[in-house]
């Protein structure tokens, strides 16, 4: 319920030029532009800092720095990405670091908490769109110039294979312009040739 309702008002926030959508409840932690980062970065973020950020669309996203205090859990000071928690640097050898590029999904979710104390320089974590490829013309489609005159191609088939008719007992078919009596066999026979 709660995340329902954390979702909900994280898409009002969503203007339709955003690509990320801030809730901060403390702290200086934030949005500029594309960007979402730790407060004041690239100096050390402060004491007790929470924020959450949503994806307004589909986005990629590069970590242009990262530095959060550690622990085995990502208990004190971490960026949740989607629900998977991160902390630590590349200053020590204990780290749960992020990787430096992805995606997200319209909606995900980015949480940055820092505890009260050890305080770190943080992190920038910048989104771009995800534009979508043109796609090449189907090899089924043709150009317009191409394209042949539909009643041109009726024309021709009711030109030479034209019509049979049973007139007075006697089939008569015309091929082209040429009227023709014929036994029903050979009628039959060349009409279920061309149509079937």
């Given at each position: 319920?709660?995340?329902?309702?954390?979702?909900?008002?994280?898409?009002?926030?969503?203007?339709?030029?955003?690509?990320?959508?801030?809730?901060?409840?403390?702290?200086?932690c934030?949005?500029?532009?594309?960007?979402?980062?730790?407060?004041?970065?690239?100096?050390?973020?402060?004491?007790?800092?929470?924020?959450?950020?949503?994806?307004?669309?589909?986005?990629?996203?590069?970590?242009?720095?990262?530095?959060?205090?550690?622990?085995?859990?990502?208990?004190?000071?971490?960026?949740?990405?989607?629900?998977?928690?991160?902390?630590?640097?590349?200053?020590?050898?204990?780290?749960?670091?992020?990787?430096?590029?992805?995606?997200?999904?319209?909606?995900?979710?980015?949480?940055?908490?820092?505890?009260?104390?050890?305080?770190?320089?943080?992190?920038?974590?910048c989104?771009?769109?995800?534009?979508?490829?043109?796609?090449?013309?189907?090899?089924?489609?043709?150009?317009?110039?191409?394209?042949?005159?539909?009643?041109?191609?009726?024309?021709?088939i009711?030109?030479?294979?034209?019509?049979?008719?049973?007139?007075?007992?006697?089939?008569?078919?015309?091929?082209?312009?040429?009227?023709?009596?014929?036994?029903?066999?050979?009628?039959?026979?060349?009409?279920?040739?061309?149509?079937?």
């Amino acid at each position: 319920m709660i995340a329902t309702v954390l979702v909900t008002l994280l898409q009002s926030a969503c203007d339709g030029t955003s690509l990320l959508s801030l809730d901060s409840s403390t702290g200086n932690c934030g949005v500029t532009g594309n960007c979402f980062s730790s407060g004041n970065f690239p100096q050390d973020y402060g004491t007790n800092e929470f924020c959450v950020v949503a994806a307004c669309d589909r986005v990629t996203f590069t970590i242009t720095s990262f530095e959060t205090e550690y622990h085995d859990d990502c208990i004190h000071d971490y960026l949740e990405i989607d629900g998977t928690k991160y902390c630590g640097n590349n200053i020590s050898s204990q780290t749960r670091m992020p990787l430096q590029s992805g995606s997200l999904e319209m909606n995900d979710i980015l949480k940055f908490k820092s505890d009260d104390g050890n305080e770190m320089k943080g992190f920038e974590l910048c989104v771009a769109p995800i534009t979508k490829p043109e796609s090449p013309p189907s090899p089924h489609e043709e150009d317009d110039n191409d394209k042949e005159d539909p009643a041109k191609s009726v024309g021709a088939i009711v030109g030479y294979v034209a019509a049979a008719l049973v007139v007075g007992g006697g089939t008569f078919y015309y091929i082209g312009s040429r009227r023709r009596k014929s036994p029903q066999s050979d009628l039959q026979s060349a009409v279920g040739n061309l149509i079937f």
